[in-house]
Each structure stands twice: as structure tokens, then as C-alpha cells.
């Protein structure tokens, strides 16, 4: 075979292949984020309702009342100082533990609700620990989810979350959460209280277009913290409002069905301009 020949063969074989190479090597570095974040789409009305301060009426008034309805939800526990003894005020550990067997999150807002951000590494993660202590004796599931107490965040917070291997992280901000946008451990949420049911209905309606509305709330109702109490009765409202417009209420965790948060960590960038607070 002639030096012609010879290269008439082998770019009739190995070009083609570097073709197939070059088309594979582009599709792999142009690949979108949301099909590597995204498990499946997010559809129209998913909310997320979550719960924070191991309130006595969570246990009380919320479950059975999302219990019948099918919802999920999260509930964010601490030992509120001072009172966290007072029954009528917060819920114990046997209460907290009787969420889990009922189907509900359970996760970590830290041993005695504690401004994080103005803290050591390892003073965040002494204070994660005791809850997870906590649970782990009560044989409650494995936390992958933290709020954080006042909205009291730092780069060192994100850093012992990443060690502590949790999922996600919840703020505020009154906004909705775009997963293919928003980093894991910035998740924005809007708090209700007894005068703001306008604008956490209009909230609500901004779930869709792969967008999701996490929901603050506290006591219903939140007998110590008035300033962030939600009357029963405005609670059952929204509670009906989702039943009868067919809104998908999950937790946290049920919403990692839909999005690979482990991803989500190594792809976003932590962006602390956006609003975080409530």
C-alpha cells in the first residue's frame, strides 16, 4: 500500500472518531447546570413549609393539621433558652421525636438557637453536634437540613455545614428559591406573622417556572414571640388555600427528589448579596 493510500484509510477511520471525540468533549463542557442539579423538573406550586424553634403548638396544632391533609414539612428544633422547660411553650423531645414517626423532617436549628455568625467554627459545630446528639439517642433519621437562628450567618457557618455534610441551609429574604441559582446553604424563605397574609399570598403565587416558595413559620400560636405569631385561624387559611388549589407541600427532604443538592454545593457560588433576611 502506498504513503497515499495508507493516509486515505486512516483518515477514512480515525477521523470520524475524532469527530465523535470532539462533539462528545463540547457537549461535556457546555453541558447545562440544571441537568446535572436538576433530577427532574420542579412542577408548578411546590412549596416548602418549614417550622422553626420546636414550638409547643407544632406539635399541638401543625402535624395533625397537615397530617390530614397529606403535606410535608420541616421542622427546625432548638432548646429556646430560657424557656425551653416550659411544655405550654415549646415542645419536648418525645414530642419532637413523635414528628419524625409522623413523616415529618426534623432538623437542625442549633442547641439553644444561637447567633452563629458571630461564632468560631468550632463553637457552630458544638452546637450543631447537640441536636444531632439529641436525635441520634431518640432514633430520629440523619439531619441534612439547618436553619439558621436569626438569620445569623458567616463564611465560616457555610464552611462547617460543608464539614458537617449537610444538604442545604435555610435564610430568608422574601424571595423564591431558584435552585439552579440560589446556593443550598442560601435558601431564601418568607416568614408570615399576624399581619403580613397579603404578601404571603402573593408568595405563594410566584411558585411555578421552576421556582420554589419556602415558607417561615413560627408558633400558631407563638405564645413567647408575638412579634412572629400566626393566629390558627390565618394558618388554617393558608392550609386551605393550598389544599384547594392543588399545591404540592413537601419538606426539604421530600425535595431532594428533585434536585441534587450535593451538586448544587460544588456548581453554585455562595452569594451573600442577595436578600438573606427577613
Partial sequence: MSRIQFSSVLSAKVFPYLKVCTLMLFLLIHLPVNG?????????KTVVLTFDDGVASHYSNVAPLLKERGFGATFFVCEFPPNFSDSTKYMNWRQMQQLDRMGFEVANHTHNHAAVGKLSEEEVIKEINYIEAKCDSLGIKRMISFAYPGYSMSEIVLEALDKKDYLLARAGGKRTYKPLEDHPYLIPSWATDSKNEAETMEALAQAKDGQIVVLTIHGVPDLEH???????????R?????????YQVLSFEQLAEYIDFRKARKLLKVNFDKPLRN
Avoid at 226 to 236: A, D, I, Q
Avoid at 238 to 246: G, I, M, Q, R, T
Fill in 36 to 44: 446535572q442539579i436538576l433530577k427532574k423538573p420542579i412542577p408548578d
Fill in 226 to 236: 408575638p412579634w412572629v405569631n400566626t393566629p390558627p385561624e390565618m394558618f388554617l
Fill in 238 to 246: 393558608y392550609l386551605d388555600f393550598l389544599s384547594k388549589n392543588e
